[in-house]
């Protein structure tokens, strides 16, 4: 079984990653009641026994012990993961994996990228090193981090770099949130743009997350629950809508539930095994035909719990078909109307091989993909449900659908830009020039316009390529 490690990084990284790491132990408990230490935990745990001075002996087999997770976490304000360690998760980490400042990266890109990646990359280097040593066979980093404030994408983005120098066989998965429009922080833009330059050079795979579709969807969510269809809807024990089960716990901090879907999605991405298992690696391989198309619409299935557990099979059908609508996808995004390069389900709970050709055959119709990969489909099954569903689907789809949230974002660069707003900030810092920005902004542009040159083939017919010949 393979490892992976979770750095998560900034104030936003950093409350995904909790969140992950509570719905990670919750759903491990409700499967393995008899606290035995398995393949399945020991992909982002560690067995260690406490009773050994120093690091602490690990345990490869056998019951439980303490369990440690495989993560780094990273900020340059200490109040969140203060509040982490302070707080029921306290035990799964300790100061060895914890790298923080107190001064913050004042909404900076420049600061985190240039000013905390040169000062702590020694320390982010070792323990790092320390977490790979622990794994039997480290296949992938997972990267936590939002893109619109300083650590999260400067230094988020800085680690980037240093993993694909220190360790280039490893898988680099990297979980984006974008800001919205209405973002608070004034200079998202720059920020935003500067850390995709980096996610386009030194990441694997990327899954952009819009702050605005979290939000739409918990306002759907709360609209079901205050008009009272609570009882055919959802359970109020949902892990989607809140992590302690409870909606008082979530009107308290607001970002609760947002930050559980985008949990969700990860513990799907890296679950039990199944008997049709899809590995990280191949994720990449199948969905990723060009280097820099490496940005991944995800959907999950459902976002809320059903209030009736054993579904019938038009409700699965329905599953399928939502994890195509533009309601569910995590960007705002209709991949429907757009051109799909590859597609991967990733299903869990009852559900069989069957089903899945049926919907897949049933959907193909409606969706368009690219003339050479016509059957760019990859697919898994996973029979251990979620916790409170009877069955849910992931769909990771590399389609041309996230330009417009590419394109927005240039634009609002743009208009800061054209003024030269703020840009003194970012220019005080040594190393900074207005260079990183015009490249940054190239960077961009070229990004969209390999959509646009696919978008372009939407309406060419499929290939008819002839058949082998062999020759006698």
């Not at 995904?16 to 790491?21: K, M, N, R």
């Not at 209709?334 to 389900?345: E, G, Q, R, T, V």
């Not at 709970?349 to 990969?373: A, H």
Request: a negative charge.
């Amino acid at each position: 079984m393979t490892q992976s490690v979770v750095i998560q990084v900034g104030q936003c990284g950093n409350q995904i990653g909790c969140c992950f790491w509570d719905l990670a132990l919750r759903e491990h408990a409700a499967v393995n009641q008899k606290a035995i230490y398995d393949e399945a935990i020991s992909s982002f745990f560690r067995n260690v026994d406490t009773r050994v001075v120093g690091d602490g002996g690990s345990i490869s087999k056998g019951k439980i012990c303490s369990l440690k997770a495989r993560a780094v976490l990273i900020d340059m304000e200490e109040g969140v993961v203060n509040e982490i360690l302070q707080g029921p998760l306290r035990d799964v980490f300790d100061s060895k994996q914890l790298i923080t400042d107190i001064s913050g990266s004042g909404n900076n890109w420049a600061v985190g990228h240039k000013v905390f990646g040169s000062l702590y990359q020694e320390q982010i280097l070792e323990k790092l090193r320390k977490s790979a040593e622990h794994c039997d066979c480290l296949q992938c980093f997972f990267v936590i981090h939002s893109m619109g404030g300083g650590t999260g994408s400067g230094l988020g983005t800085f680690l980037l770099k240093v993993l694909e120098d220190e360790f280039p066989e490893v898988y680099r998965f990297v979980t984006s949130i974008y800001p919205s429009g209405e973002d608070d922080v004034i200079t998202s833009p720059y920020n935003s743009i500067l850390a995709m330059k980096e996610l386009n050079e030194h990441a694997d795979c990327v899954l952009p997350i819009d702050n605005q579709s979290l939000f739409d969807i918990i306002s759907k969510i709360d609209l079901m629950v205050n008009s009272g269809k609570l009882g055919t809807a959802i359970k109020p024990k949902s892990l989607v809508t809140s992590s302690a089960g409870a909606f008082k716990k979530r009107q308290e901090k607001p970002f609760d539930a947002m930050n559980n879907i985008v949990a969700n999605l990860l513990l799907n991405l890296t679950r039990f095994e199944g008997s049709l298992n899809m590995d990280l690696n191949e994720i990449s391989m199948n969905l990723v035909p060009f280097p820099q198309l490496h940005y991944l619409v995800s959907s999950l299935t459902p976002l809320y719990t059903p209030a009736d557990v054993n579904i019938p099979s038009r409700r699965l059908d329905q599953m399928f078909s939502d994890a195509f609508s533009k309601d569910h996808q995590l960007i705002r995004a209709d991949p429907k109307h757009s051109l799909y390069l590859a597609c991967a389900l990733m299903v869990r709970g009852n559900v069989q091989i069957s089903d899945l050709r049926r919907n897949i055959e049933r959907l193909k119709p409606s969706l368009r993909f690219v003339s050479w990969n016509q059957e760019g489909w990859k697919t898994s099954l996973c029979s251990v449900p979620p916790v409170g569903h009877s069955h849910s689907l992931l769909a990771l789809a590399n389609n041309t659908c996230v330009k417009p949230t590419f394109i927005e974002l240039r634009e609002r660069f743009t208009r800061l830009y054209k003024k030269r707003a703020h840009l003194h900030h970012y220019l005080q810092i040594e190393g900074m020039e207005e260079s990183c920005f015009t490249e940054a902004m190239s960077s961009l542009s070229a990004l969209i316009q390999e959509y646009n040159q696919l978008d372009a083939t939407k309406s060419m017919p499929a290939e008819d390529l002839p058949r082998l010949r062999v020759a006698v």
